[in-house]
């Protein structure tokens, strides 16, 4: 059950209407690895002076089902072929990501967090540009960034922003998060590949995480009614296993 909710929490669905024109589109390799589940997504990040749009789309197209029969463990996963996107606006100072709740698709909108980057003096070269090394912390793990300073780009991948050039590799210390460049391409009037859809109902981070506790508590609430003298349910703690660990 646990699993399940970890990955209702991780889908943010996309579903794109409006034509914004962009000066640069970086692509990137997208994993994750959360409770032994690694995922890889096709991800793209179209900027401007003032604004981003980060989608990405998961590359499984198929359905697994693993049953580890000594512990009784089942994992159960259908492939999710749709795109998500979060779109940063700087002058308005807000982010937002999409995601599914009951009764259709809403946006989660918050600040455009702020990200104190620690400027290291290790260097190497990627791919023949000189990349310096950054790390920070940020929402329950720590990153370690390397970017190019010859390529004046001050957005990043997912939420991630703020360093004076485009972030070649960005990882957290666990490898549970790892983004890759694998393209840039600069050029004025760059369209995304989808539409994107301008209005939808929006809800705030905070409420959003109330939400998700709320949801915890319901889970907690089915599985502890269904104790009897032979088998007794204790839950004791929430926790999040996904990009943003708070």
Known sequence: MKQIFVLLILLFPLAMKAQERYDALLEYKMQTNFSGMPTTYKAALYCNSTNALFIYQDQRKETINS???????????????????????????????????????VLIEEKVPQI????????????????????????????????????????????????????????????????????????????????IKTKYLTISRDLYKKAQKEQFERIKRILTSRSDRDMQVSITSFKVNAIEMD
């Open 116 to 195: 104190e980057w620690k400027i290291d003096s290790e260097f190497k070269n990627i791919d023949g540009y000189e990349c310096i090394k950054a790390t920070c912390n940020f929402r329950g793990r720590y990153y370690t960034a390397w970017y190019a300073p010859e390529i004046p780009i001050k957005y990043g991948p997912f939420k991630f922003h703020g360093l004076p050039g485009a972030l070649f590799e960005l990882y957290d210390s666990h490898h549970e998060v790892v983004f890759t460049l694998s393209k840039v391409k600069i050029e004025s009037g760059i369209v995304p590949s989808e539409p």
């Open 67 to 105: 049953v580890d029969e000594e512990s009784l463990q089942l994992q159960y996963f259908v492939a999710d072929t749709t795109a998500y996107f979060i779109k940063t606006d700087s002058v308005l100072t807000t982010l937002a990501r999409s995601t599914k709740k009951e009764g259709g698709l």
